[in-house]
């Protein structure tokens, strides 16, 4: 199975499939219009989960981004030889299947002493992130996992999936959290469905039924 490749070919059969990029939702999780991923707060790049210590001298801040990953593989196209679109490819709908990756992204705050007002973000801190996809009977489809001791104050990573997920196998949960240790933990829940329809329905659209 293999990732888009940028050709002409695919490349006009993936305009016609620019409707159907957004992740199917459940529930009050949104994707913002024109993304192909589910944000936990949902809002802008700039939207987050906050935690202050009970001294309040420290925040944390964290945002999850849960992108399903459509992959497929591509085959030759079933046209004629002399055809204009002979010896191309397209995608095939019976390869769909997601490949998901999680993108965290944090910022840790700390008191300045002068102005008494949480806004030092520098220095270095010790961040866990996990996010665990869940099926409906509480089994797990993917989990990640990264512990570092020297994160920056603000920042963000992709961590993949390591297992891909079927389409149309129902609904799913992912529960995520960050924790800067010593501090606190942000975290949350998104609800996602596996159908692939859309990507059915575009594809043919596409390739002319083809």
Same mark, same amino acid.
């Given at each position: 199975m293999k990732r888009i490749r940028r050709t002409r070919t695919t490349a006009l059969v993936l305009a016609s499939a620019a409707a159907a990029l957004a992740p199917a939702l459940v529930g009050p999780a949104s994707a913002a219009e024109g993304t192909s991923y589910l944000q936990d707060p949902a809002g802008g790049e700039k939207d987050m989960k906050a935690f202050r210590t #009970?001294? %309040?001298?420290? %925040?944390? !801040?964290? &945002?999850?981004?849960?992108?399903?990953?459509?992959?497929?593989s591509m085959v030759p196209r079933n046209s004629a030889k002399?055809? /204009?679109?002979?010896?191309?490819?397209? /995608?095939?709908? +019976?390869?769909?299947?997601?490949?998901?990756?999680?993108?965290?992204?944090?910022?840790?705050?700390?008191?300045? /002493?002068? +102005? %008494?007002?949480?806004?030092?973000?520098?220095?270095?801190?010790p961040v866990t992130l996990h996010a665990t996809l869940w099926k409906a009977d509480?089994? +797990?489809?993917?989990?990640?996992?990264?512990?570092?001791?020297?994160?920056?104050?603000?920042?963000?990573?992709?961590?993949?999936?390591?297992?891909?997920? #079927?389409?149309?196998?129902? !609904?799913?949960?992912? !529960?995520? &959290?960050?924790?800067?240790?010593?501090?606190?933990s942000v975290g949350g829940t998104l609800k996602w469905d596996a159908d692939c329809a859309q990507y059915r329905r575009a594809f043919a659209e596409g390739t002319g039924g083809r």
């Open positions: #009970a001294d %309040k001298q420290h %925040k944390v !801040e964290g &945002q999850l981004r849960f992108h399903p990953g459509v992959v497929y002399g055809d /204009p679109d002979w010896g191309a490819q397209a /995608p095939d709908p +019976k390869t769909l299947a997601w490949q998901p990756k999680f993108e965290f992204a944090w910022a840790v705050s700390d008191l300045d /002493p002068v +102005k %008494k007002i949480l806004t030092l973000k520098k220095g270095k801190h509480r089994t +797990k489809a993917a989990e990640v996992h990264s512990t570092v001791q020297d994160r920056p104050a603000t920042g963000s990573v992709v961590l993949p999936g390591s297992k891909r997920i #079927a389409c149309d196998t129902g !609904e799913y949960t992912v !529960e995520w &959290q960050l924790t800067r240790t010593g501090y606190g």
